[in-house]
C-alpha cells in the first residue's frame, strides 16, 4: 500500500512541535519519497546513513551478506570478527546467554556485554518513553542527541 505516506504522516502528526521537527522532517521525507522501496533493508540502509550522519558518526559500515562470514551464534560473530580484523566486540545483553568467551579469548578478541542504561531526555508529551526511535531523540534534542546517547 502506500505505506511510506503513511509512515511519514505519523511522524508529521507525532512530531510537528518538536524543537527539531523543521530541521530533520524535510531530509527524513526526502528517504521516503526518494523511490518506491521495494525492500525494507535498502530503506533501513539510507535511514541508518542518514541518522549515523546526523550525530556526526564516522564509521564505515559494510553489509554482512556480501562479505562470506560462516557459522551460527557466537561463532559466526567471531568468524566475523576475524575477518574483518576486530579486537574487541560488544555484544547486546542477552549475549551472556551464548557468546562462547573462551573461543573468542583464544582467537584474540575481547568480548564485552552491553549493560546500556537508556538516558532521559524532553519528550512532548507525558512521561519519559525508552527505546524509541533515533527520530524521536531527534527530534527533540537536535544537536545534542549524540551526546545524549553517550551518557547511556
Known amino acids: 500500500g502506500n505505506w511510506q505516506r503513511k509512515h511519514l504522516r505519523a511522524l508529521e502528526l507525532a512530531y510537528q ?3 527539531y521537527f523543521d530541521k530533520y522532517y524535510p531530509q527524513v521525507a526526502e528517504i521516503y ?4 522501496w521495494r525492500y525494507l533493508a535498502g530503506f533501513n540502509r539510507a535511514l541508518f ?3 549515523l550522519g546526523c550525530l556526526g558518526i564516522r564509521v ?3 553489509t554482512a551478506s556480501e562479505q562470506g562470514f560462516e557459522g551460527t551464534k557466537s561463532d559466526l ?7 574483518v580484523g576486530a579486537t574487541e566486540y560488544i555484544f547486546g545483553s542477552q549475549g551472556k546467554d551464548y557468546a562462547d568467551v573462551v573461543a573468542f579469548e583464544k582467537a584474540g578478541v575481547k568480548a564485552w556485554f552491553q549493560d546500556y ?3 532521559r531526555y524532553q519528550q512532548l508529551f ?3 518513553v ?3 526511535s533515533a527520530i524521536d531523540l531527534l527530534f527533540n534534542c537536535g544537536p545534542d542527541s549524540l551526546p545524549i546517547l553517550k551518557n547511556g
Open 130 to 132: 525508552p527505546n524509541l
Open 33 to 36: 519519497r526518494a523511490k518506491e
Open 126 to 128: 507525558g512521561e519519559f
Open 49 to 51: 546513513d542518514w541518522l
Open 117 to 119: 542504561q537508556h538516558p
Open 17 to 19: 512541535s518538536a524543537p
Open 77 to 83: 560473530v567471531l568468524d566475523m570478527c576475524l575477518k
Open 60 to 62: 564505515p559500515i559494510i
